[in-house]
T-cell receptor, first 111, second 117 residues
Framework: SQQGEEDPQALSIQEGENATMNCSYK?????LQWYRQNSGRGLVHLIL?????REKHSGRLRVTLDTSKKSSSLLITASRAADTASYFC???????????FGKGTKLSVIP | GAVVSQHPSRVICKSGTSVKIECRSL??????MFWYRQFPKQSLMLMAT?????????EQGVEKDKFLINHASLTLSTLTVTSAHPEDSSFYIC?????????????FGPGTRLTVL
């Protein structure tokens, strides 16, 4: 069953602004991952954060994880038109490598 | 490295026919691969876990006789949609776990769009 729930479902911002997407989940996890999907294409892995980590950075991406609230956020700073895509969080439970995906946030960056 | 390909990228077929989709790990070996289905504007739903040399494990609600999975080598898994119907039209995506790599990482293929008329 789907576990992750992202919000907002859709987000539209101007180029140069920051975009924040949130993900909540229901059960214990081993790690949480964020993926990007351009329309009609496959998934691109962005970043993985483990359950014992609270924050992780990769370029313009910043991910936080709050296991007490069972939530994560993805921040994209200084957004670009090329960041326009759908963003999904996915969780892996303890002892499992199967991923459960959230519903995704559709991000539109307006030039 | 760690490239996964899918073939075909798009397929249109008539209702009642069977369609085979291939998922290949191009530069690594993968004992375990996964098949997902994604309906328009929705998320990915795991259909089954494909294990080389053994039977696939299907998620609840996925008919194993309709979605045949064969993982005959360490670089190839196939998904056959048998007797396809319009409701099977969807975007099918595979992923692969790299043998010897991090167990946390899956590498995704570009997807196959199936349209059943």
């Amino acid at each position: 069953s789907q576990q992750g729930e992202e919000d907002p479902q859709a987000l539209s911002i101007q180029e140069g602004e920051n975009a924040t997407m949130n993900c909540s989940y229901k059960t214990s996890i081993n790690n949480l991952q964020w993926y990007r999907q351009n329309s009609g294409r496959g998934l691109v892995h962005l970043i993985l954060i483990r359950s014992n980590e609270r924050e992780k950075h990769s370029g313009r991406l910043r991910v936080t994880l709050d296991t007490s609230k069972k939530s994560s956020s993805l921040l994209i700073t200084a957004s670009r038109a090329a960041d326009t895509a759908s963003y999904f969080c996915a969780t892996a439970g303890a002892g499992s490598y199967q991923l459960t995906f959230g519903k995704g946030t559709k991000l539109s960056v307006i030039p | 490295g760690a490239v996964v390909s899918q073939h075909p990228s798009r397929v249109i077929c008539k209702s009642g026919t069977s369609v085979k989709i291939e998922c290949r790990s191009l530069d690594f070996q993968a004992t375990t691969m996964f098949w997902y289905r994604q309906f328009p504007k929705q998320s990915l739903m795991l259909m089954a876990t494909s294990n080389e040399g053994s039977k696939a494990t299907y998620e609840q609600g996925v008919e194993k006789d309709k979605f045949l999975i064969n993982h005959a080598s360490l670089t190839l898994s196939t998904l056959t949609v048998t007797s396809a119907h319009p409701e099977d039209s969807s975007f099918y995506i595979c992923s692969a776990r790299r043998n010897g790599g991090s167990t946390d990482t899956q590498y995704f293929g570009p997807g196959t769009r199936l349209t059943v008329l």
